[in-house]
Nanobody, 122 residues
Framework: VQLQASGGGLVQAGESLRLSCAAS???????MGWFRQAPGKEREFVAG????????YYSDSVKGRFTISRDNAKNTVDLQMNSLKPEDTAIYYC?????????????????WGQGTLVTVSS
């Protein structure tokens, strides 16, 4: 599985941004997730979505502001980020795991995109 993330940029607090991740290769039964890593911090889970029924799950820090969605026909997963805060500033990574179960653990994801930088100014 190859993943290509895009859509990052510089926005002001309160604004929105949409990230997209295009998957190619053997994407059957892959569950997708978004993670982020801020400078000096560990990579953290942001949102995940199951391939089976598109059920989604979020970290508490983004719940209600971010929405993850997927298009299985196009093999894409998007992350709509609204009401952005300076603390959302990070490199965002999309990731994939070949399992029917979702996970919030980065170690459970085998494939990773290259990351896209999101900067939110105050």
């Amino acid at each position: 599985v190859q993943l290509q993330a895009s859509g990052g940029g510089l926005v002001q607090a309160g604004e929105s941004l949409r990230l997209s991740c295009a998957a190619s290769g053997r994407t059957f039964r892959t569950n997708m997730g978004w993670f982020r890593q801020a400078p000096g911090k560990e990579r953290e889970f942001v949102a995940g979505i199951l391939q089976s029924d598109a059920s989604s799950y979020y970290s508490d820090s983004v719940k209600g502001r971010f929405t993850i969605s997927r298009d299985n026909a196009k093999n894409t997963v998007d992350l709509q980020m609204n009401s952005l805060k300076p603390e959302d500033t990070a490199i965002y990574y999309c990731a994939s795991r070949n399992s029917v179960r979702g996970s919030r653990d980065a170690r459970a994801f085998a494939w990773w995109g290259q990351g896209t930088l999101v900067t939110v100014s105050s």
